[in-house]
């Protein structure tokens, strides 16, 4: 039995590591307002608060929930997607392109590898949440742009990366 809502409980699971960073900003501010050495690595923890923050922000921004279609499990560099009508995996390396396809309810992430079929996967399947950091890991990405995009939605095919950088402009 859970004493607390589950919408609460969502809420909670979405900005838990900006929640993390709130309290290791707040131990670091509580040290760095002592004395001698604890002031000094009061100041670290400081930084290391908000460095979590800021990521926690980023990645609650890219969870679109779960409980979507499929699931999405990344380990070493592969992303592999195994929905109830298709599926596949693709090495994050050899990517060539990423796109946020707003054409289909929910949308889907694109990823395209030259000699492959295109893996679409819904921005809301289970585990998708792994995607942000094999996303972030692309050459190049530009994470808030990434995030802006998801955000608007647009129904239509938008790149957010690709290998060549000059195809993005």
């Known amino acids: 039995m859970s004493f607390i ?13 900006v929640l993390i960073g709130l309290g290791v900003l707040a131990i670091g501010l509580l040290w760095a307002s002592g004395a001698g050495i604890l002031r000094w690595v009061g100041f670290a923890v400081v930084i290391a608060g908000i460095a979590l923050v800021v990521s926690g922000i980023q990645r ?3 969870r679109r929930g779960a409980g979507g279609p499929g699931v999405v499990q990344v380990d070493e560099g592969e992303v592999a997607y195994f929905g109830p009508l298709n599926g596949g995996s693709v090495s994050i390396r050899g990517l060539s392109r990423l796109v946020l396809d707003g054409r289909s309810k929910p949308a889907v992430w694109a990823l395209y590898q030259p000699g492959r079929q295109p893996l679409h996967i819904p921005v809301n ?11 972030a890991s692309l050459p190049g990405l530009q994470t808030e742009q ?3 995009k998801l955000q608007e939605q647009k129904p239509e095919p938008v790149l957010i990366w ?3 950088d000059r195809r993005l402009s």
Request: hydrophobic letters at 50%; proline letters at 3%.
């Open 5 to 17: 809502r589950p919408e609460a409980q969502a809420a909670i699971a979405k900005w838990r590591e």
């Open 146 to 148: 990434m995030l802006v």
């Open 60 to 62: 609650a921004r890219f």
């Open 125 to 135: 399947a289970e585990g998708g949440e792994t995607l942000f950091d094999a996303f």
């Open 162 to 164: 690709a290998k060549d």
